[in-house]
């Protein structure tokens, strides 16, 4: 036997000074003094986008949810600003070419490079403490059934703060996005057992030890004392482990609050927890403690030698009188249950591993705090105490005796945040765990930019023209090669798509031109594929579509004629406009045909024996040409388009860019197809943006509804006349309110972009580096001339010749294949 007891430690240890017990159910911790604690991971909306009114609005439901709650209840607000050093590795990303990956490259280079990163993250921890249990059972058991008089009263006390907590939970869910903190299992491999994981317990121990790492349960998860792992080191200078701890107590607060006043707090580029306590008082409580208050008042109200002789001089203490009338206010709001009043304990807690650092960071939020009217304080020999109060679940240490309502509560604690986006790709029909379209380093609180909202992607993005509406619409179609088989088609205008569809090895093709970048004449023959009744029906259709366009009323007769023809070309091996022309038997179809065949203007394009158009991962169509030609020849081209693009979509990753979406929304065929797009292209896994300078075509296209529905992610550019008259209403109609619409009105133009979606809306700077403007900004006359010039004399090679004019020959270490 070896003698173990010199090895054991009885005396008191870190471990007995939390107060966790077990975990009794589902994300439910019990307390070494019988309380329950739950936790939730919440987001509040964000406080730049809001109004004074809508702030407003948050507070008042938010204080009338906790005015609910009474003896025996505690919440726990917690704001914990951590650094964010991540970005999407290079092994997750799935970049085909070497110029989107490079562009990446620079862009992971410049957030790395770029040091003082920090997001917040939200947690909400309610404890209730049941109250003694009664020997008396006549008035429990009066309406009880059997299974009921037969529980034990801890199974009474959990499912009565299950049933609680679940009403609180639906009641916030309705002001604010909320999580419960749960257990989870996860599958074994290899024949092991199912492993548990609880969310609440594992925030516990990043409170105590700012480690935040998932633990696993035991098999009975009692005696939790054991998640402290951590040495305590009492004193002046507390150390947890190798750090010291800082903690910075709010002790003094302003004569009256406003929802938000902390909110500064939430910018710094610091890590720590703001922790926000509340221990609620019942309705006769409060009135006692603040009648205590108001006789103390009262007392100075007079001189003490005329309270002592019954006398009244001139001498009176007007403090004293207002303090009176204010604990009086107080008492009738106590009485009217419109509010509720309890303790309110705030620190900020800090951890360093050096004494002088800690110390200047806790200056920093010390300072930040005094400036917006509020007393702090560096805990020194009260700082153990002061960072065991802020633990969850914590009721005794640290109880600071002021009285504070649950109004000016719901003013105090974090509510609001800085959206920093979802940190992986929303999208279900993505692989797991895929990584965001973009991440960008704007500010302190990075941001991560995804289109989709669930599996809708579709977006709008407005601007007045030269706001950097084709720098965003191309670098959105870089970033989105990062998906395995990703496929992208764009609808351009201006060739501004031209130098990255080029350097990706995309197809761009010249709509109406002569002949394709690539030197190709480009060709259509849409009868080709008529194989399926789908096929054949749409061919009749785009037939009927042409001889409409002729001014030709389709009778019945003639939709028979154009459908037996098809019938007959399926079988045949012509496929050409022309093979149909001469075969249908109606002179007025053949007339009105005659403008699309080789005999007519548009023969080049349309009457070809075999289609030269293959689509490939990414393809860009240039409309401006097409354009010029009338609505009667850019009709049939782009509903052709659309058809084939639409055979493509078989489930993978695939982005439909339409820039210049007015030539679109301007035409009935085509505002019917964008509004059948919204609605059902999701199921293909396919994501339609839309752009559009003219703020008056999306007016009067008459799908303004379906757009504002169907597109859940708005991207709005920066527009100095968006508070106009006119312009104004736009805004509100697609659910701006009057901050957003001053966001937008005072953003910086080319730099700062603005995105409102249900997940919530930020102001962002896309930070572009010298590599991604070469091939997504390169959009001038002289820039496009020069890249021609450059493709043409050396191929697929020619982006690293453009980045040597431009003078950033040393980007070539970017690329993998040089």
Known sequence: MVALRSFRHSGPSFSDLVPYAGLVSNGIILLKDGSLMAGWYFAGPDSESSTNAERNEVSRQINMILSRLGSGWMIQVEAVRVPTTDYPADADCHFPDPVTRAIDAERRAHFRRERGHFESRHALILTYRPPERRHTRLTRYIYSDAESRSASYADLALQSFETSIREVEQYLGNVISIRRMVTQEVEGRGGFRTARYDELFQFVRFCITAENHPIRLPDIPMYLDWLVTAELQHGL??????????????????????????????????????????????????????????????????????????????????????????????????????????????????????????????????????????????????????????????????????????????????????????????????????????????????????????????????????????????????????????????????????????????????????????????????????????????????????????????????????????????????????????????????????????????????????????????????????????????????????????????????????????????????????????????????????ATQSISDAERSGIIDVLKESCPTKICLPNGAAREAGTREFYERIGFNERQIEIVATALPKREYYVASPEGRRLFDMALGPIALSFVGASGKDDLKQIRALYSQHGPGWPLRWLEQRGIGHAVTYFPIV
Request: aromatic letters at 8%.
């Open 237 to 690: 200078a507390p150390k947890i482990e190798n750090r010291f701890l800082g903690v910075v107590a709010i002790d003094g607060l302003p004569a009256e609050s406003w929802p938000g006043i902390l909110n500064s707090l939430d910018l710094m580029p610091l890590t720590y927890r703001w922790s926000s306590r509340f221990v609620f008082l019942d309705e006769q409580e409060a009135r006692a403690k603040l009648e205590r208050t108001r006789k103390k008042w009262q007392q100075k109200v007079r001189p003490f030698f005329d309270q002592l002789f019954q006398t009244q001089s001139r001498s009176v203490d007007q403090d004293a009188m207002l303090m009176v009338a204010e604990t009086e206010d107080a008492i009738a709001e106590a009485s009217s249950q419109l509010v509720a009043y309890g303790y309110y304990t705030p620190v900020i807690v800090l951890f360093d591993e050096k004494s002088a650092r800690l110390h200047e960071k806790c200056e920093a939020v010390r300072r930040l705090i005094q400036a917006e009217g509020f007393g702090a304080r560096i805990e020194t020999l009260n700082a153990t105490d002061a960072f065991l109060g802020s633990l969850p679940g914590n009721w005794y240490a640290n109880i600071r005796e002021p009285l504070v309502n649950t109004r000016n509560l719901a003013d105090l604690i974090p509510l609001n945040s800085v959206w920093s986006g979802s940190p992986t790709a929303p999208c279900p029909f993505y692989s797991p765990s895929s990584p965001p379209l973009m991440q960008v380093a704007s500010g302190s609180t990075p941001f991560r930019l995804n289109l989709h909202v669930d599996d809708v992607g579709h977006t709008l993005v407005f601007g007045p023209t030269g706001s950097g509406k084709s720098t965003l619409l191309a670098l959105i179609a870089a970033q989105f090669r990062r998906y395995a088989d990703a496929q992208i088609f764009a609808f351009d205008k201006g060739r501004s798509m031209l130098p990255l569809t080029l350097a990706a090895g995309g197809a761009h093709y010249e709509i109406g031109g002569e002949t394709d970048r690539e030197g190709r004449a480009l060709a259509f023959c849409p009868l080709s594929d008529l194989s399926t009744n789908t096929d054949r029906a749409w061919a009749t259709e785009w037939v009927e579509t042409l001889v409409a366009l002729q001014g030709v009323t389709i009778k019945p007769d003639d939709r028979n004629a154009i459908s037996r023809q098809i019938g007959l070309m399926a079988e045949a091996r012509g496929r050409s406009l022309s093979d149909f022309v001469s075969g249908v038997q109606m002179r007025e179809i053949k007339e009105a045909l005659h403008h699309y065949t080789v005999d007519g203007p548009m023969g080049q394009l349309l009457d070809a024996e075999a289609d030269g158009l293959a689509l490939g991962a990414l393809q860009t169509f240039e409309l401006e040409e097409l354009m010029n030609m009338g609505e009667r020849n850019l009709v049939p081209v782009l509903t052709y388009l659309f058809r084939r693009i639409e055979k493509r979509l078989t489930g993978a990753p695939s982005l439909i860019i339409l820039d210049e979406a007015w030539l679109m929304l301007g035409h009935p065929a085509f505002r019917d197809k964008i509004r059948e797009w919204l609605k059902v292209l999701r199921k293909a896994n396919c994501a339609v943006v839309l």
